[in-house]
């Protein structure tokens, strides 16, 4: 499929897990991409996967939460591309714990990297959308949005208002042929269920050591997966999200679709 032949993508968090999926995906399919994240080992990576095909493209450091550090960002990746008909806000975080122990700070770094990092790329993506064509955001929820995860309490409300806020947009600019869409992943292995550190925009679960095991029964996938692994790989959500960013989504918006194995049927 060559679905991204002369489109322009940006997508963030993509040092790493479905992020880094989802720049080979584009890749593959003919785009041209701008690959952003906080950490530059991250890109790196990212650059060296993209093998020969990295001639299209183009990593810039990126912390989603910093006003002045998406807008030089944003500048210098249209500088590299002249335009972007697909936004992919998929940079993400994730702390966890019993909610008596959760911190304000943790709270409030969750909320602004998942939340505010997904408002401020977006208003800063807008003007650039409504040159684009066939322009689409694809903003990552979860299905912690939607259902009980426990220990999960701020990045269930981080991910339920990007959820939200993904409905209001899709709907202020649908004249302008925009469209919205959100993923929910669930039971997939990205760079915060592996742990891979904060350096990358994402830090592991660390689920208390006194958790409740029997509480994560409502999170697993009934789909079995190779080897008795308990997580999908990224890419099983990258072809999702490159679809939504398609032209192939043109009647898609407003919506989300869950990307979870049959977890929450």
Same mark, same amino acid.
């Given at each position: ?17 479905? #992020?880094? +999926?989802?720049? *080979?995906?584009?890749? /593959?399919?003919?785009? $041209?991409? &701008?690959? %952003? ?35 030089? #960002?944003? +500048?210098?990746? *249209?500088?590299?591309? /002249?335009?972007?008909? $697909?936004? &992919?806000? %998929? ?11 959760t911190t304000l700070a943790d709270f409030e770094k969750v909320v602004r990297v998942n939340l505010f990092g997904t408002f401020l790329v977006t208003r800063e993506a807008i003007p650039a959308l409504r040159r684009g064509t066939g322009a689409a955001v694809v903003n990552f929820s979860s299905t912690s949005a939607n259902f ?118």
């Open positions: 499929m060559r679905r991204y032949a002369d489109r322009r993508a940006l997508i963030t968090g993509a040092g790493s897990g479905i #992020g880094q +999926a989802t720049v *080979l995906r584009i890749l /593959d399919e003919g785009g $041209t991409v &701008v690959a %952003a994240d906080v950490s530059e080992a991250g890109l790196a990576d990212t650059v060296a996967k993209a093998g020969p095909q990295g001639d299209r493209l183009s990593t810039v450091r990126m912390d989603v939460g910093d006003e002045q550090s998406v807008r030089a #960002g944003f +500048a210098e990746a *249209l500088d590299a591309t /002249d335009g972007l008909d $697909t936004l &992919v806000n %998929a940079a993400g975080i994730l702390r966890s714990a019993h909610f008596t122990d009980a995860h426990p220990y999960m309490s701020a990045y269930a409300a981080s991910k339920g208002g990007v959820q939200a806020m993904t409905h209001a947009l899709a709907l202020e600019f649908s004249k302008e042929r925009i469209r919205f869409n959100c993923v929910q992943p669930g039971s997939v292995s990205s760079g915060m269920t592996d742990g891979v550190g904060e350096s990358k925009q994402s830090v592991g679960p660390g689920l208390p050591d006194d958790m409740d095991f029997a509480l994560l029964g409502k999170i697993m996938s009934v789909l079995p997966l190779e080897d008795g692994a308990m997580f999908a790989k990224p890419d099983a959500v990258a072809s999702v999200v490159a679809m939504l960013g398609s032209p192939d989504a043109y009647w898609v918006t407003g919506t989300e679709v869950r990307v979870d194995g049959g977890t929450h049927m």
